[in-house]
Structures are given as C-alpha cells and as structure tokens.
T-cell receptor
Framework: AQTVTQSQPEMSVQEAETVTLSCTYD???????LFWYKQPPSRQMILVIR??????QNATENRFSVNFQKAAKSFSLKISDSQLGDAAMYFC??????????FGTGTSLTVIP | KAGVTQTPRYLIKTRGQQVTLSCSPI?????VSWYQQTPGQGLQFLFE???????NKGNFPGRFSGRQFSNSRSEMNVSTLELGDSALYLC??????????????FGPGTRLTVL
C-alpha cells in the first residue's frame, strides 16, 4: 500500500523568506508521480508542481521547486520569496500509473508580514 | 473551459438519511475521483470512475457509492448517514493520458453536515 507522510502540521515563514515543506512516501512501485497541491482558505485546491519519478531533474515552477530524493522516498517543496498569497494548506500527493491518488494530511503554511 | 462544478455546495442532513452529491467534470475529462476531507485526516480517497466504470476504490464502507454517466458527470451517494460522515466532499477530474496520471482539477467541494 502507498502512504504519504507530511510530518509538519504547521509551518510559518516571514514574507520574502524561503520555507521548505517536507513529504515522505512509501511505495514498492518504480513508476509513479508526485504532486504538491495548495488549498487556500475557503478556496479550491490547485496544483503547485508535479514530478515524474523517472526524471532525475527536480521540477521548478517560478518560486516553487522540489527536492526529489527517490532513494530516500522524499519529496520536499521549497517556496522562495514567500508572499502573503502563499498562505494555504499544502498537500503532498502520490499517484501510480493507475491514476489512484494518495494524499498526505497537509501542512498549514502561515506567511508573516 | 469551465472548471469542475459540484452541487450542492452546502448540505445539512440528519442521521439515518441518505444524500446524493453531484459533480460535473471539466469538458473532455473522463476520469472523476471523489475524496472525503476532514480536519486532521487530510484527503481520503473514495473512488474513481472512468468511462462509467469504477476503476479504483478506497477503504470506505458500502454506504458510500457512486456512479458516472455517459457525459462523464458523476454522483456520489451516502446512505444511512452517520455523524462521522460530516466532511467536505471533493470531486476532481483529469484527462488521464494512457498510463500517465494527469493533474487532478478539483471542484469547490460540498460541505456535508450530519446532525
């Protein structure tokens, strides 16, 4: 069975600073995909970034980047130059090729002005 | 393109009743997944439908069921409601490329409260 663990229920960061959210997963599959989703307060969940397990290069989307360590089964999200609009619940997710998604319990990020 | 829509947005029911939630995916998306979101539990996968067939199912009791129509719209039904069923129910659609899980696009959710 696949499991996704986010060990930081809450995190905070000063505006303009950098923060890293942790995620580990457990799977016996070799082909899979990893995602970070963002859920702002009372708003819809949206995709932040995705990573294919077969790619060694870490994915980057503007101020968001990941540190994907396949052997360690670790997939952390780094947010640079944090902005007030980054405040949200962040979910790490795993998907196998069968399109079944597994989500972590989330990390609530607070951005301090 | 219009996003994923879910109706109703809010629902209040009493124990023992049943409820049906509806989800309209993004046009062209054939995969629809349902999740239950509760504080502290994150998102728990309920089931996924693709081309009117249930392809994946999470670890929920048989009181939770769903279906998908030929136009990809999906409904989720919960019978004999319990207090613990109070949650935000999210629907997500994706285009599902062959063997490649595509990004899931989420709806706003239906907030179900069971009294």
């Amino acid at each position: 069975a696949q499991t996704v663990t986010q060990s930081q229920p809450e995190m905070s960061v000063q505006e303009a600073e950098t923060v890293t959210l942790s995620c580990t997963y457990d799977t016996s599959e070799s082909d899979y995909y990893l995602f970070w989703y963002k859920q702002p307060p009372s708003r819809q969940m949206i995709l932040v970034i995705r990573q294919e397990a077969y790619k060694q290069q870490n994915a980057t989307e503007n101020r968001f980047s990941v540190n994907f360590q396949k052997a360690a089964k670790s997939f952390s999200l780094k947010i640079s130059d944090s902005q007030l609009g980054d405040a949200a619940m962040y979910f790490c997710a795993f998907s196998n090729t069968g399109n079944q998604f597994y989500f972590g319990t989330g990390t609530s990020l607070t951005v301090i002005p | 393109k219009a996003g994923v829509t879910q109706t109703p947005r809010y629902l209040i029911k009493t124990r023992g009743q049943q409820v049906t939630l509806s989800c309209s995916p993004i046009s062209g998306h054939r995969s629809v997944s349902w999740y239950q979101q509760t504080p502290g539990q994150g998102l728990q996968f309920l089931f996924e439908y693709f081309s009117e067939t249930q392809r994946n199912k999470g670890n929920f009791p048989g009181r939770f069921s769903g279906r998908q129509f030929s136009n990809s719209r999906s409904e989720m039904n919960v019978s004999t409601l319990e207090l613990g069923d109070s949650a935000l129910y999210l629907c997500a659609s994706s285009s599902l490329l062959a063997g490649v899980p595509d990004t899931q696009y989420f709806g706003p959710g239906t907030r179900l409260t069971v009294l």
